[in-house]
Every structure is written in C-alpha cells, then in structure tokens.
C-alpha cells in the first residue's frame, strides 16, 4: 500500500499549547505479533478514554524485545510490518496516535524502527542510530544503523524520537536539538542490572542539561529469557525535575500532561513511585523473571528438589511468590547423608508457603548404580564419583515428574556454584530456568532474610516468615557424604565471592587482587576453578541476570583455554 510507507509528516497545524501523552510501560511477548498488537489497541482504548493525543510504547513493542535472529525471518519481517500497517488504518478513528517499536524494512535495510501511526497512516518514521554491541546485545548482526534524525511533526509539536541506546552519547540529542525538536520521547529496551536506574538517570539528565530539552523515557517491564527489563520510566523537565516516575517490575498505562510555556514545553507533575533498589530490586527481578518464562513458555508450574537448604529454600519462595502454592510443586529426596535436621527445615519451608510437598527417598536408584558400575569401580576409593551419582539420581527423577506432570524443573544453583564449578552436571544442574544463577551465595543469605520480612508488589505467596532461621544460620552442605560443609571444598563464601567479584564483574588482574590483602594462593585457585568450570556453565540453564557480569549472554570464555596469569 503506497500510501503506508513511512514519511515525515507535514507540520501543516498550528503551534499546540497542549497536549497529552501516555507512556505505555508494558510487557510484550517475542514473536507473538498478534498478542501485541491486542496489548497496543488495549491501551490505545484505555488512553483515548483519558483524553490521550498520543501513546508512546516501547523499543520494539510489536516484535518483543528482543528478538535476536527472528527478526532475520522474512515472514517475521512481513507479519510485522502488516500489523504495523492494520494499526496505522486505525487511526483515521480520530483516536490517539501511536508511537510504536517495530522492525522496519526499507530500500533493502532491516531497522530498529520508531514509527508514528496517525490519522490512518506512518505519519513518520526514525531508525536507532547507535546500534549497541557489548553486554547482553547484540543488535549491529541484526539491524542496520538509522540516519541522524531530526524531529517529527505531530499536531504541532516538534517530537525527539532518539532511540534507546542513541541517548547514551550526545550525538544523536544534538542533532535533534540543532534542527529543532522540542520534546525528547525515549522508547526503550533497557534489560535490569542492579543499580541500573540510577546510571540511566545520570545520562538523561546529562542529555537534559546539553539540549535543555524535557526528556521522557519510557522502558519495557517483563522477562525474556534471561534479561528481566524492569520499567522504571520516568519525565525530566527541561530544568532536570522528575516529573514523572513510574514504578519498577509492574505495568503501567500512565497519562501526562505537557504544556507550552514561553521556555519550552513542561510536563506536568503528576505520580511519583519510589522505586525498588539493591536487595528488594533483585529479589523482585528474580520472581518477575521466573514467572515470566514459565507463563510466556506455557509450564502448567514448577518442580523443584527442597533439600533444606538454603538455595532450594529461596528458590521455592521466589517460584510461590510468582506462581502461587498452587503451582509449585516441591519433592524432598533425601539418603543416608540427610540429616533430620535438613527434613524438617524443608517441611517447615514447603508448609510456611503452602505447596504440595512430597518425599521421594533415592537410597534404592542410587544403590542400583553402584551395583552396576561395582565391576569397573573394583579396588578404588569411593570419592567424587559416588556422590555424584546422588545427585544425578534426584536429577533424574525431577525430570520425569516433569515429563510426567508437565511442570518445568526449576534448579537452584547460585553463582557462586556456577563460577566454581560446585555443581553436578545432569544432577543438581538439571532445570529448564535458575533465578538464582546470578546471585552470589552471600546475596542468597541476605534475599533469604529479607524475604522473611518483605515480599514485592504482586506476589502471590504469603505474607511474613517463609524461611527458618535455621536455614540461614546453619552452615551450606551439600549432604553427599558424612558430616560435609561447603567449606570443606570452597573458601568462606564472604571471601570466595569477594574474589569471585573482582575476577568476574570488574576482571582485575590477580596481581591486584592480592594487593588488597587476598591470600596469594587462594586467588589464584579460585582463578583457576573459575576457568576450569567453563564447560560446566555453557550446560547450565538460563536464569535471570541480576549482576554487570552475567554467564553466558555477557562473560563469553572459550572452554578449551591454557591462559593462566603469571603462567
């Protein structure tokens, strides 16, 4: 349809003195084009009833973000671009506009696309410009990088359409603000890492006081995969006042209302959330992302092994407060090393939370494969392989309660475990999802107790206490052989994981690492316990990313490795 491809609209009205916008905060499903686009008209409808000239949705709304190599599909590409179009016919309605993420091809280029829909047609178009590649992205394989842009015309209003990442150097703002815009709207894509808010507060207001601009930026919320995107969106004046802010992990439809003043338009003051951060913030990402990936990949639940620990204590918490006791299916698979102690502490936990709690003993499968494997094993100590095997059992019978039940084995294994290699390969690292595979073991104590008195927004599990407090004090085991602690095989977590920071979030050399007082032997054998336990990590399920240095999508090692520092 000729008439549907994209083109800077003409600015034919009159200067508005007003004008209402409502930033829609909410969580797209990738690939499901049609469900999107019920969520836009959703809140499309919802805004014209508030009296909304325009709805600003996120970085790619209609795809999902992001859509990694199924936005190369050209069914993909086209079923975007016809719901894109069925949108814009829409808006002959006289009903608010829209301001809509989509995949956009055109003269042959595949972009990441902010597209105006009004008054029955793309009124307008602008493409990302700075395509990011570090971290969790991967955009520059996928989509080709926009033009500068300048601004587009809507109803008398000069509209900054930079996307995402175009706000994190001045460049593209100053374009913008050298041919005219006059309000900077920000869809986003911006994946939850904690302290991320405050980073991104920081360049707007940077890109703020350089245009002397208002500024609204408006981010996805929801799960996908292993990236958790966390809301947050928020207004800036152009006097670098908040505005605006709306709350982190939850949707919101929120209206805003801007006004022409002699300096420059200005937002309104309206809702002003407080925002979760630190401990509560990953707390909150951890459920938000589990729940997702289990309700956007169709799980019925979960199963999970309750040892009575403290991991698989977390981990069922997290997995009530996100799906409720009725989904969460916890199995206690106790042997001869289970103590009573850890029975009871699982009973307690799976009663305080209401799940459906059942004991499967592992004595007799575990016995049998001794037997089978006695002949080869003749004349050799019992060690690492033996205790194995206990975990490759209770591995194995979660997952055939999944297979047979439908529920997706959720695994409890911290990062610490991961960063060692302090875990069983097709045992305890069975599970389709981790939320604990970006937290640190010492975060795992600290989100335990903090769960006991707190739980976020929209939780579904019960309200005080869920873990006991025996859970939290008594020493981590792994219960494969008499009397065993952590400690037997790893450092004390507070100082493992103070090295296991400086080796994977900030990659300090172990030479600096030593000259802050670290034992010069210790260093070096977590180092190489972090590089031998690579292959171990690329087994592992995906699990919500909470820290800067994620494994799998951020920390990228080669398995086969000789480097070693110093060596």
């Known amino acids: 349809m000729s008439s549907m491809s994209p083109s800077t609209a003409s600015n034919a009205q009159a200067p508005a003195d007003q004008i209402l916008i409502a930033f829609a905060q909410l969580n797209p499903v990738v690939g499901d084009v049609a469900g999107n686009v019920r969520r836009v008209r959703e809140a499309r409808a919802l805004a014209g009833e508030q009296g909304a000239d325009l709805v600003v949705f996120t970085e790619l709304f209609l795809s999902g973000y992001p859509p990694e190599d199924l936005v190369l599909k050209p069914a993909f590409q086209a079923a975007c671009r016809q719901a894109v179009e069925e949108l814009a016919?829409?808006?002959?309605?006289?009903?608010?506009?829209?301001?809509?993420?989509?995949?956009?091809?055109?003269?042959?280029?595949?972009?990441?696309?902010?597209?105006?829909?009004?008054?029955?047609?793309?009124?307008?178009?602008?493409?990302?410009?700075?395509?990011?590649?570090?971290?969790?992205?991967?955009?520059?394989?996928?989509?080709?990088?926009?033009?500068?842009?300048?601004?587009?015309?809507?109803?008398?209003?000069?509209?900054?359409?930079?996307?995402?990442?175009?706000?994190?150097?001045?460049?593209?703002?100053?374009c913008l603000m050298e041919t005219g815009a006059e309000i900077l709207l920000?869809?986003?894509?911006?994946?939850?890492?904690r302290g991320v808010h405050d980073e991104r507060l920081n360049v707007a207001v940077a890109r703020v006081v350089e245009s002397g601009l208002p500024l609204a930026y408006v981010n996805q919320v929801g799960g996908q995969d292993e990236l958790v995107f966390d809301g947050g969106s928020?207004?800036?004046?152009?006097?670098?006042?908040?505005?605006?802010?709306?709350?982190?992990?939850?949707?919101?439809?929120?209206?805003?209302?801007?006004?022409?003043?002699?300096?420059?338009?200005?937002?309104?003051?309206?809702?002003?959330?407080?925002?979760?951060?630190?401990?509560?913030?990953?707390?909150?990402?951890?459920?938000?992302?589990?729940?997702?990936?289990?309700?956007?990949?169709?799980?019925p639940g979960v199963v999970l092994g309750l040892s009575g620990g403290?991991?698989?204590?977390?981990?069922?918490?997290?997995?009530?407060?996100?799906?409720?006791?009725?989904?969460?299916?916890?199995?206690?698979?106790?042997?001869?090393?289970?103590?009573?102690?850890?029975?009871?502490?699982?009973?307690?936990v799976a009663q305080a939370l209401g799940v459906r709690y059942d004991i499967l003993p592992i004595a007799q499968g575990v016995e049998a494969l001794e037997q089978v494997l006695a002949p080869l094993f003749e004349g050799r100590a019992r060690?690492?392989?033996?205790?194995?095997?206990?975990?490759?059992?209770?591995?194995?019978?979660?997952?055939?309660?999944?297979?047979?039940?439908?529920?997706?084995?959720?695994?409890?294994?911290?990062?610490?475990?991961?960063?060692?290699?302090?875990?069983?390969?097709?045992?305890d690292m069975n599970g389709g999802f981790n939320p604990l595979k970006d937290l640190y073991k010492t975060q795992v104590f600290r989100l335990s107790a903090l769960r006991n008195r707190w739980k976020p927004a929209g939780s579904l599990g019960p309200d005080g206490a869920v873990i006991p407090e025996n859970i939290i004090t008594k020493p981590p085991t792994a219960e494969l052989r008499e009397n065993q602690t952590d400690q037997d095989s790893l450092p004390p977590y507070e100082v493992l994981d103070a090295i296991l920071e400086r080796l994977v979030e900030r990659e300090l050399p172990v030479t600096d690492i030593v000259a802050e007082g670290f034992e010069p032997a210790l260093v070096a054998r977590v180092e190489r316990l972090l590089n031998l336990a690579e292959y171990k990590r690329r087994q592992a399920a995906p699990g919500v990313k909470a820290t800067t240095r994620q494994f799998g999508r951020e920390r990228r090692y080669p398995i086969t490795n000789r480097f070693r520092e110093g060596a």
């Open 89 to 174: 016919l829409e808006t002959a309605d006289g009903g608010p506009a829209l301001l809509l993420g989509a995949p956009w091809v055109e003269d042959g280029k595949l972009y990441n696309a902010a597209l105006l829909l009004d008054a029955g047609r793309v009124a307008g178009s602008r493409f990302k410009v700075d395509l990011p590649n570090y971290g969790v992205f991967d955009e520059r394989r996928v989509f080709s990088a926009g033009p500068m842009p300048g601004p587009m015309a809507f109803r008398g209003v000069r509209l900054g359409v930079p996307v995402c990442e175009d706000i994190w150097s001045p460049d593209v703002i100053e």
């Open 186 to 193: 920000i869809p986003n894509g911006s994946p939850y890492r």
């Open 234 to 299: 928020f207004v800036l004046n152009a006097d670098r006042s908040l505005a605006v802010q709306l709350p982190n992990f939850q949707e919101r439809l929120r209206l805003t209302r801007w006004e022409r003043w002699a300096d420059g338009w200005r937002c309104e003051e309206g809702t002003r959330a407080p925002l979760l951060a630190g401990d509560e913030a990953d707390y909150a990402a951890c459920v938000l992302g589990l729940r997702d990936y289990v309700e956007k990949n169709g799980f």
């Open 383 to 427: 060690d690492v392989s033996e205790e194995n095997l206990q975990s490759r059992v209770r591995g194995t019978l979660l997952m055939a309660l999944s297979n047979k039940f439908g529920a997706m084995v959720v695994t409890t294994g911290n990062k610490s475990e991961m960063a060692t290699g302090y875990a069983t390969l097709y045992g």
């Open 310 to 348: 403290i991991d698989s204590a977390l981990v069922a918490a997290m997995a009530v407060d996100a799906l409720g006791p009725a989904r969460v299916h916890c199995v206690m698979l106790p042997y001869r090393y289970t103590s009573d102690e850890s029975l009871s502490d699982a009973a307690a």
